[in-house]
């Protein structure tokens, strides 16, 4: 710029020579407006009025189409003949408007910030391209939001409405957001009502009202309210499209950009605005899914709605291993949407079941059927064995709980670390159990032996195939029974020893509380879990229930008692699981006489353990103690009629006795111990 240039001296001439003058002196400043507008990089006419907008501009004052023609002394109707330059003049960014109103005259004109103080400086515009407003999403909307607010206060009606945000359209042609919303939306006045939406959420941080943004747009109340139904019944095309969530709040229905719609308008920038969606990890995941449960129950978004982002978040994440295995084990999308909130609120604390409800379905009646389904045990997530029902609250609230598959299918290897302790039973793993020898009968041997080949694994699977194939059921129930200290137990870890299974173990002692109701959930509670450890062996682990006649009894009679009704459910409960159970169950007792009728066709073997042969003892006793001969082992099992688990009691004594002192022992020792080991002296008396 040669240093005898002044563009601050050209306007101060051009305004001076032509300021109440009625434009009829422009040719004796015709060298300074060519001047002047070679500057600026535009013509003649729109030289001489940017010069009064930059004159009123110096001094303070923004100016509307009046300002400009007084400045003049000439009509309005002179001023308004150059609406073309004046807008080309703004789309170069040379001048701005700074009201927000919808009608050119009344406009407030000034010249923009940049160009006014590179004015001043004398410094090059380049043609102004440098400081043309960039024609981009966010003035965009603005400023069709702007002009929805105002319509009905400067008496704009519908139509100019379209006719003006149609103009601006094609003023924003480069803009790609409005291109695009053009090519997926045919009408002008759904556009118009998502660009508004748009506006309240970006630039409001509001969720816009649908029949009061409706009634801003429109005229028309019975076109009005049609564009109102198709949004209630889901039909528009905005909905359709994706572009928009819809939901009842109270009375009125609100709208917000949905992530289609927000990734439409801010492009780049969307994730700025949303939540993140990929690339999650399964914390994050189900995290991002109970906030669409929350949203839906804050902003009543229909449950459909809230099922649909979430099958998008799972499309999105389909690489993780929680949403593949949920994919294969629940069909059902809201089945899914149940089981993820479950998994997020278990990392959180306890699940209410009614709240869990409440907080995912719409309808009273869908909650009341959804109930109903969870208490009958009908539930998929129930049937897959992925979640159950908990223990009630104090105020009736029932918890709903993942089980350890659930627990497994959410956190993968990290689940162990997240378990609770069970407290109904306790799995022996079969390499803690100690190969041991026991001697039987010879009728109770060959018993036991027909037990365990029955049992071998490959044996066991055969057996259960051709069981299937008549329709049989393929569990396998024994119970042993006998007096005590006869060896049952024993036989079971040996069983389990020789054929490779762990043991459960039930502790009869914590199926029974104080809790109504919360006895049987524990019984049942116990296949619950045998079933899905059946489910992960390689070979089915034995489920036990020693000392079985505590839940195994009689019937009782008195239906009016609650413990009698509880004791009767139990077994009702334990009945039924064993003609379902598919794996191997034995109980222990040593009164038999005690047991359920009911009971004794469910098992398969019923083998009795009585105190053993002079042979067996004998055996035992040599087995027992290292170095004693054969006939004192005959003398003492001829002496006393003890039990295999009573000889324990007695090597016990002898062996604490040499920790103690260091001695040995002899014969007489043993007889002293054997003599002790009853309440009663019951040793076979030789002679008189």
């Known amino acids: 710029m040669e240093k005898t240039f002044n563009a601050v001296?050209?306007?101060?001439?051009?305004?001076?020579?032509?300021?109440?003058?009625?434009?009829?002196?422009?040719?004796?400043?015709?060298?300074?407006?060519?001047?002047?507008?070679?500057?600026?990089?535009?013509?003649?006419?729109?030289?001489?009025?940017?010069?009064?907008?930059?004159?009123?501009?110096?001094?303070?004052?923004?100016?509307?189409?009046?300002?400009?023609?007084?400045?003049?002394?000439?009509?309005?109707?002179?001023?308004?003949?150059y609406k073309r330059d004046i807008d080309d003049m703004l789309s170069r960014g040379l001048i701005e408007v700074t009201n927000e109103k919808m009608q050119f005259l009344k406009y407030e004109f000034k010249v923009a910030d940049a160009i006014f103080e590179a004015i001043i400086d004398c410094e090059p515009i380049d043609g102004c391209k440098q400081f043309s407003k960039s024609l981009d999403q966010f003035e965009?909307?603005?400023?069709?939001?702007?002009?929805?607010?105002?319509?009905?206060?400067?008496?704009?009606?519908?139509?100019?409405?379209?006719?003006?945000?149609?103009?601006?359209?094609?003023?924003?042609?480069?803009?790609?957001?409005?291109?695009?919303?053009?090519?997926?939306?045919?009408?002008?006045?759904?556009?118009?009502?998502?660009?508004?939406?748009?506006?309240?959420?970006?630039?409001?941080?509001?969720?816009?009202?649908?029949?009061?943004?409706?009634?801003?747009?429109?005229d028309n109340h019975k076109e009005l309210l049609l564009k109102m139904k198709t949004f209630m019944d889901e039909s528009s095309m905005l909905q359709k499209l994706g572009l928009v969530k819809t939901w009842k709040d109270d009375d009125d229905y609100k709208m917000k950009p949905a992530r289609e719609g927000y990734v439409l308008f801010l492009g780049e920038f969307a994730e700025c605005k949303m939540n993140k969606i990929k690339d999650l990890d399964k914390f994050e995941f189900v995290k991002s899914v109970d906030n669409y449960v929350q949203m839906r129950r804050h902003e009543n978004y229909s449950y459909r709605t809230v099922v649909g982002e979430i099958c998008r978040l799972e499309h999105e994440n389909s690489n993780l291993e929680l949403v593949k295995n949920a994919w294969k084990l629940i069909k059902d999308p809201i089945d899914r949407v149940f089981f993820y909130y479950l998994c997020n609120n278990y990392l959180d604390g306890r699940t209410y079941l009614d709240s869990a409800l409440k907080d995912i379905y719409d309808k009273q009646s869908d909650i009341m059927v959804q109930s109903i389904r969870w208490q009958n045990e009908e539930h998929i997530l129930q049937i897959a064995g992925l979640a159950e029902l908990g223990e009630q609250s104090f105020f009736g609230s029932v918890k709903v709980n993942l089980t350890d598959d659930g627990l497994e299918l959410f956190l993968g290897e990290d689940a162990d670390k997240f378990k609770k302790k069970d407290k109904t039973n306790d799995l022996l793993s079969v390499d803690m159990i100690k190969a041991k020898n026991l001697y039987y009968s010879e009728e109770l041997d060959k018993e036991i032996?027909?037990?365990?080949?029955?049992?071998?694994?490959?044996?066991?699977?055969?057996?259960?195939?051709?069981?299937?194939?008549?329709?049989?059921?393929?569990?396998?129930?024994?119970?042993?029974?006998?007096?005590?200290?006869?060896?049952?137990?024993?036989?079971?870890?040996?069983?389990?020893?020789?054929?490779?299974?762990?043991?459960?173990?039930?502790?009869?002692?914590?199926?029974?509380?104080?809790?109504?109701?919360?006895?049987q959930k524990l019984v049942k509670g116990?296949?619950?879990?045998?079933?899905?450890?059946?489910?992960?062996?390689?070979?089915?682990?034995?489920?036990?229930?020693?000392?079985?006649?505590?839940?195994?009894?009689?019937?009782?009679?008195?239906?009016?008692?609650?413990?009698?009704?509880?004791?009767?459910?139990?077994?009702?409960?334990?009945?039924?699981?064993?003609?379902?159970?598919?794996?191997?169950?034995?109980?222990?007792?040593?009164?038999?006489?005690?047991?359920?009728?009911?009971?004794?066709?469910?098992?398969?073997?019923?083998?009795?353990?009585?105190?053993?042969?002079?042979?067996?003892?004998?055996?035992?006793?040599?087995?027992?103690?290292?170095?004693?001969?054969?006939?004192?082992?005959?003398?003492?099992?001829?002496?006393?009629?003890?039990?295999?688990?009573?000889?324990?009691?007695?090597?016990?004594?002898?062996?604490?006795?040499?920790?103690?002192?260091?001695?040995?022992?002899?014969?007489?020792?043993?007889?002293?111990?054997?003599?002790?080991?009853?309440?009663?002296?019951?040793?076979?008396?030789?002679?008189?």
Request: net charge negative.
């Open 140 to 218: 965009f909307v603005k400023t069709v939001g702007t002009w929805v607010e105002n319509r009905s206060d400067e008496h704009v009606s519908t139509s100019n409405l379209f006719a003006m945000v149609s103009d601006l359209e094609k003023k924003y042609s480069s803009c790609e957001f409005v291109c695009r919303i053009k090519d997926l939306v045919p009408a002008i006045d759904d556009r118009i009502l998502f660009y508004d939406t748009c506006k309240d959420c970006y630039f409001d941080d509001s969720n816009s009202n649908l029949e009061e943004t409706l009634k801003d747009i429109m």
């Open 526 to 688: 116990v296949f619950t879990k045998y079933e899905r450890l059946c489910k992960k062996a390689k070979n089915l682990p034995i489920l036990l229930f020693n000392e079985a006649d505590a839940i195994f009894g009689k019937r009782l009679e008195n239906k009016g008692s609650s413990v009698d009704q509880t004791e009767n459910a139990i077994q009702n409960i334990i009945l039924e699981q064993m003609e379902k159970q598919k794996g191997i169950l034995i109980a222990t007792t040593n009164l038999e006489s005690s047991l359920d009728p009911a009971f004794e066709r469910r098992f398969l073997f019923k083998v009795k353990f009585e105190r053993p042969s002079l042979e067996a003892k004998i055996h035992i006793w040599m087995d027992k103690l290292n170095g004693l001969s054969e006939d004192a082992a005959k003398v003492l099992a001829e002496s006393y009629n003890l039990s295999g688990g009573e000889i324990d009691n007695v090597v016990r004594k002898v062996t604490m006795n040499r920790v103690l002192t260091g001695a040995g022992y002899s014969l007489d020792y043993l007889k002293e111990l054997c003599g002790q080991e009853k309440f009663s002296k019951q040793h076979k008396v030789v002679g008189f």
């Open 9 to 81: 001296s050209l306007i101060q001439t051009i305004s001076g020579k032509l300021r109440d003058e009625k434009l009829k002196n422009i040719s004796d400043v015709e060298s300074e407006i060519k001047l002047l507008g070679e500057y600026l990089g535009i013509n003649a006419m729109q030289t001489v009025i940017f010069s009064a907008i930059y004159d009123r501009c110096a001094g303070g004052s923004y100016s509307d189409i009046d300002d400009v023609a007084r400045y003049f002394e000439c009509s309005a109707l002179d001023i308004i003949s």
């Open 449 to 519: 032996s027909f037990l365990r080949d029955s049992i071998q694994p490959d044996a066991f699977a055969l057996l259960q195939d051709r069981l299937e194939e008549q329709a049989l059921p393929k569990g396998v129930a024994a119970i042993f029974y006998g007096s005590p200290g006869t060896g049952k137990t024993e036989t079971v870890y040996q069983l389990a020893k020789a054929t490779g299974r762990d043991v459960m173990q039930v502790d009869i002692s914590e199926m029974k509380t104080c809790w109504y109701g919360e006895s």
